[in-house]
């Protein structure tokens, strides 16, 4: 056990049960509009992407596996040799791709393939496409792990902003295109004119970042590439993430700070927005009131979601279990949590199974391979990729974020009757 703010916090260590980083290219591939991932891995990590693509039969997708087989894990064959052939046939194929993610996997890692020295050697063949690479292995990591490891290798090759640039804002983390307009709205009416974001939606549209950049994070999963910002000479603006209205509100606020927004402006800006998400959010306070939230590990926006139930909803935390807590990152989040809120950081998947268990939570968020079998013991649950996969930041989408949490209870009482 560990003091950190208000919070019970604890730590453990053990088996754990989370999805590997290639499940983060199923947004990625959406969001970067001329990119393509390409995963060198096996056949499980290609019917992973499939499926949790769910693409349909005669959609073109901008993601594939380059297989690894028996003769590549033998040693016959040359890898570099055919992943050499694979990615020049992709390019001939596909001439739309502008920017190609050599994505590493746990087989790749196995065999001791330098993806690293592939990507240099193919974007001096393929220029203008440029070749980054990046891991999505599952060793040792979070599903969300593999954003934070993609936008990490975009930060070396981000044009460099003029030292004498006025201040920019940039905003990190995949946002659905909707939210990012939603945002750009808001700032545009607070006076800040330059916003960036990173990632960008084509890739000759990536940010510039320089000492006069200051950045805000979407997303609380991106240690990483707030640590290749800062490096760049960027600085973090310190801040809640924008679920709910409460962190939506305090997430722009410190741009408003960070730029010299007064009160009136601000208010002026947000109010609109506050407003609308208050009413979307109203009627999910009675359904949601003082029921009993359990988090698995699995995402690392379990406090965030964690926050924004209790202060917003009025839910009871039983547990706020998260892979790993950015004491720096989530400082205002933690500040945040009721007192005494347990907080569990790790994992001892048997030891946190018997303590859901016990407690009986009216609802359990965790990932896929537990929900079912919590399920079948009669507990509601709520996946936590959903959140990934569902746009939820900002004002707009504040109901809907609650409506993901009502509705695993309105189902289990439906069946009840």
């Known amino acids: ?24 290219i199923v947004w990625l591939h959406r969001k970067i509009q001329d990119a393509f991932f390409l995963v060198v891995g096996s056949r499980t990590c290609a019917h992973l992407i499939q499926s949790a693509a769910g693409v349909m039969i005669f959609a073109e997708p901008r993601f594939a596996t380059a297989i690894i087989d028996e003769r590549d894990l033998a040693g016959i064959a040359d890898a570099n040799e055919e992943l050499d052939r694979v990615v020049t046939r992709l390019i001939e194929r596909r001439p739309d791709i502008k920017l190609l993610f050599l994505v590493g996997s746990c087989p790749s890692e196995v065999i001791k393939l330098d993806l690293s020295r592939a ?9 203008p496409v440029r070749v980054l690479n990046y891991s999505g292995s599952g060793i040792e990591t979070t599903f969300t792990q593999g954003e934070d490891a993609c936008l990490a290798a975009l930060v070396p090759e981000l044009p460099r902003a003029p030292a004498e640039e006025a201040p920019a804002l940039l905003i990190v983390g995949a946002l659905a295109d909707v939210v990012e307009d939603q945002f750009l709205r808001i700032l545009s009416a607070m006076g800040i004119a330059d916003v960036r974001f990173l990632p960008a939606r084509r890739a000759g549209a990536m940010p510039a970042v320089g000492r006069n950049t200051r950045y805000l994070l979407a997303q609380p999963f991106l240690a990483d590439t707030a640590r290749a910002l800062d490096e760049r000479g960027a600085r973090r603006l310190a801040a809640p993430f924008p679920l709910g209205a409460e962190g939506t509100t305090g997430w722009l606020r410190a741009a408003a700070e960070a730029f010299g927004i007064d009160d009136a402006t601000f208010a002026a800006a947000t109010a609109a927005g506050r407003a609308r998400a208050e009413t979307a959010l109203a009627p999910h306070r009675d359904k949601l009131g003082g029921k009993r939230v359990f988090f698995f590990p699995d995402s690392q926006l379990e406090v965030p979601l964690a926050r924004f139930l209790a202060r917003e909803l009025g839910v009871a935390l039983v547990e706020v279990g998260t892979p790993y807590l950015h004491r720096a990152h989530l400082a205002a989040e933690i500040e945040w949590l009721p007192a005494g809120t347990r907080v569990t950081e790790g994992q001892s998947l048997d030891d946190q199974m018997d303590r859901c268990r016990a407690a009986r939570p009216d609802l359990t968020v965790c990932g896929l391979g537990l929900a079912n079998p919590l399920e079948a013991e009669g507990l509601s649950t709520k ?31 439906l069946l009840e009757v």
Do not use: K, N
């Open 1 to 24: 056990m560990a003091a950190c703010g208000g919070i019970d916090l604890h730590q453990e260590h053990g088996q754990r049960a989370v999805f590997c980083g290639l499940t983060g």
């Open 383 to 413: 996946w936590s990729i959903e959140l990934l996969f569902t746009p939820v930041q900002g004002y707009e989408q504040a109901g809907d974020l609650a409506e993901l949490f009502a509705r695993p209870l309105r189902r289990r009482a």
């Open 119 to 127: 990507a240099q050697r193919l974007s001096g063949r393929l220029a």
